[in-house]
């Protein structure tokens, strides 16, 4: 048997997701929750994902970043980019993908507020 098992009902459209946008639906769908939670308080805001973080060559610390947060101000938003392929990296499976990156988004969005990470989301465990 050759060709597609599924034929998509429009052929610019692939039937299966990718990795990326398997992440990116993830992401969506918590950012989605924490913008519903708190968007009085975050203002602006603007939300990335990245595969990779771009280190410098003096970075020194043995870690790799999994998020950068970079605080708007005059008119610009805030700015929280994920890194998707460091995260993925650390996790085994979806549950633990959604686990890991709801932990980074409350983690950041925590920082930007300036209050602990476990008012941000009841779901946060920081184990």
């Given at each position: 048997m050759r060709g597609p098992g599924v034929v998509p009902s429009d052929?610019?459209?692939p039937v299966l997701r990718g990795r990326r946008e398997r992440f990116d639906d993830v992401v969506v769908d918590l950012v989605g929750d924490l913008e519903r939670r708190w968007s009085d308080r975050l203002g602006l805001m603007e939300y990335?994902?990245?595969?990779?973080?771009?280190i410098p060559d003096d970075w020194d610390d043995d870690t790799v970043p999994l998020a950068s947060l970079v605080r708007g101000g005059g008119g610009h938003p805030n700015r929280l980019v994920l890194f998707?392929?460091?995260i993925e990296h650390r996790?085994?499976?979806?549950?633990e993908l959604e686990a890991l990156v709801l932990t980074v988004?409350?983690?950041q969005v925590a920082e930007l507020l300036g209050?602990?990470?476990s008012e941000v989301d009841p779901r946060y465990r920081p184990d």
């Open positions: 052929p610019r459209t990335a994902v990245e595969d990779t973080p771009q998707r392929r460091p996790a085994e499976g979806r549950d988004l409350v983690e209050i602990d990470a």
